[in-house]
């Protein structure tokens, strides 16, 4: 409890970020969905309380994601009402619910790491291409959009980026290059690094605000329109609030076009979230290890109430759970407290947040695209072989011009023809001797070790007994794939110490760079 404590200043600093960040992401998904505006703000809310509430990951965020956006639309237009829609909704949060009690959810062992790697560097492309439009004064895209044909304008996003070089407006440019600046100034200069007081991105919308109303003032060339601000819907009375919750239409759950799209929406989110979970675990500076089954429950259980309420399906999202990562968040007060900041929000300050100009959110999002796709990364995965590199830049390249699922289903085919090319010979295997605590458990990995091992050699470690002795026995191997060793370093730092195990390492290879002998013991 203490050391959740100690991050609680950390993660609401954190908290306030993702807020700024999720709300125009939240109101643009629902425009791009046909949806009514508030309808987004309703499963962002939900979301970050009760998904973030209930949620086994610490660091992921939830709301309504860009890749349901196309589903949705048709979906609204197939039924004939959005209240039919929402009985959709509230099925497929069933439909989780039931995948994750059955624990669906360990599906996600299964996706290599080169291709978790191309999709956080390919969001994080997308996010930049897709924000510079907004950065300089053209928003005819929504918000939100991460789809290479953009859905409002029917131009692809290289295409839309030259179209909006056409409509730069002079005063969005300028408090773009103030935010950037900002921005910078607090990841480079030393004194303001130490500043933990106040996130930069909240004094970045601050300032945003003030600069435009400088130019209302005094240079009324450079006014950013309301076209170009947070445009959050703002009821007249408490009775005008209430009613922009809608109810689904009950009567609809005995037709089998609902049953169907809910079924989609269900399959379609709940890869999406399996895919964020294990990119944001990926992500984690604790290295912590999420229960996808208890995830699936959590988002079923979102979904079902968003449905019951008027709000869009939703997923864990890999922008906002970037941005709460890189804002320093560790546990999931930071995704509690964006859901709460929303609710506040929308009850009691909507005038004030649509004085926000997009642009300066459009910097706050285009820095959070660079840590993501920052060379580094590039350089790292060059580093890593061709086995490795390949898939990730196949990856890269398919959900930038695609979409993240189409992409990341491109990237899996590439990942696991190279496994397999590499890898055909033996599986994994493992022998104990006693399991119960204090005995010795001996884990031999056979000749040849591939990703696809993986979830195996995770469901065992995670399951040792506490206080027992672990061996993992490699003398007999000649290959062991990235991923698995990645799993064993991150359990020698991490796991072991949770459970005071004793591990004991023998017979790795000195290029796996894994300090091994029988009379070296990692311990607790």
Known sequence: MRDKNKYFWTDVQ??????????????????????????????????????????????????????????????????????????????????????????????????????IEGMLTAIGIIIILKQIPHAIGYDKDNEGDFFFIEKSTGHNTFSGIIDAVNYAHPGAILVTLISLVILIAFLKIPFLKKIKTVPAALIVVLLGILTNECFKMWMPNLIITEDHLVRLPVAESFEGFLAQFTLPDFSSWLRTDVWLIGLTLAIVASIETLLCIEATDRMDPLKRFTNSNTELIAQGTGNILSGLIGGLPMTSVIVRSSANINSGARTKVSAITHGVLLLLAVVFIPGLLNRIPLACLAAVLIMIGYKLASPSVFKHMWNSGKYQFIPFAVTVLAVVFTDLLRGVGIGMIVSIFFI?????????????????????????????????????????????????????????????DHDVLKLIREYLEFGSKEKNIEVTLKGFREEYQMENSLDHIIVS
């Open 14 to 115: 954190a908290g306030v970020v993702v807020f700024l960040v999720a709300l125009p992401l939240c109101l643009g998904i629902a425009l791009a969905s046909g949806a009514p505006l508030f309808s987004g703000i309703i499963s962002g809310i939900i979301g970050g309380i009760v998904v973030g509430f209930l949620s086994n990951s610490q660091l992921s965020v939830t709301g309504p994601a860009a890749g349901l956006t196309a589903i949705v639309l048709g979906a609204i237009t197939a039924l004939g009402s959005y209240e039919a829609f929402l009985a959709a909704v509230v099925i497929g949060g069933l439909i989780q619910l039931l995948l994750g009690l059955i624990k669906s959810g360990t599906i996600s062992n299964y996706f290599p790491s080169n291709v």
């Open 420 to 480: 397999l090319r590499a890898n055909l010979k033996l599986a994994y295997f493992f022998k104990k001797e006693s399991y119960q605590a204090g005995d010795q458990i001996i884990i031999k990995l056979a000749q040849e070790v591939s990703f696809l091992n993986k979830a195996a050699i995770k469901q065992t470690l995670n399951h040792l007994p506490e206080n027992s002795k672990i061996t993992i026995d490699a003398s007999e191997t000649f290959y062991i």
